[in-house]
């Protein structure tokens, strides 16, 4: 059915280089991904396996199908890629890969240290055969890394081969781009934005707070990531204004005009 809601915002359409979002799939069943496919598959750029989900979820390979069969770009966590690094295990990591009938990989360095020269070089190759996107920040609560480093690290991954790159933030969303009370590091994120382009980055953002300061900050096609599969269609009505947080953002201004703008709270919106 068409909606004839007139003042929404443009979203892109897939497939996209903004307003992607991406979900984190942290054992979903095959039964829950076909539910979940039904009811978002148009709304979905990026499927991730978490952590080393693939590794431990039954039926992994024919999920991975139904994910692909409806659109979606679906590729294992950082951390995995990390258990296969650390233990020189790297060539066994593209041959599971492959067999699971994946194209896209996360290269990241959250849980452990690679040396940055090292991982583009990895970057460079993988992007010959993959769509790679490659992730910046440490999951280490309490590792500061300075804002001229952040931009350095996404300038070089980009310049060899990612795709996109990832600010980290964890899927408890208290890390790398943000503060240990959820709250963004905005300096942060603004000099990060002086050198790399918007579209370019995938920010990591799981909680409503951060989804919609990222939203009121850069806009309704702006990339984020670490999304629950309960929360895109929440996700999408932020997009779209459709949401107490978002309702005026896209109105014209003679149109909010002397409505009264009650005051949103997480937990009564709805």
Known sequence: MKNNLSHLPERSEKPRESGLTMVMDKGLSLRQAEDFIEV?????????????????TP???????????AGLMVYPGGTLFEAYFVRNQLEDYLRFVDE????????????????????????????????????????ETGILISPNKWTSMMQKELAAGSWKVIAEARESGNVGIYRPNGTA??????????????????????????????L??????????????????????????????TFFDNLPDAMAEGVRQIPTDENLDG
């Open 40 to 56: 978002n598959a148009d709304k979905v750029d990026l499927l991730k396996l978490g952590f080393g989900t693939s590794i431990v």
């Open 59 to 69: 039926n992994v390979k024919e999920k991975i199908k139904l994910y692909h069969d």
């Open 100 to 139: 699971l009938g994946l194209e896209t990989l996360e290269v990241s360095d959250g849980s452990m240290v690679i040396e940055e020269d090292a991982k583009c070089e990895m970057i460079s190759k993988l992007a010959q055969n993959y769509r790679v996107l490659s992730e910046v920040g440490s999951k």
């Open 185 to 214: 590091h905005t300096a942060l994120v603004r000099r990060i934005l002086a050198k790399v382009k918007l579209d370019d980055i995938l920010w990591e953002a799981p909680q409503k707070p951060q989804q919609v300061w990222f």
């Open 216 to 245: 009121k900050q850069f806009g309704t096609n702006v990339n984020l990531g670490n999304i629950g599969p309960h929360d895109v269609i929440p996700l999408e009505c932020l997009r779209l204004g459709l949401r107490g947080d």
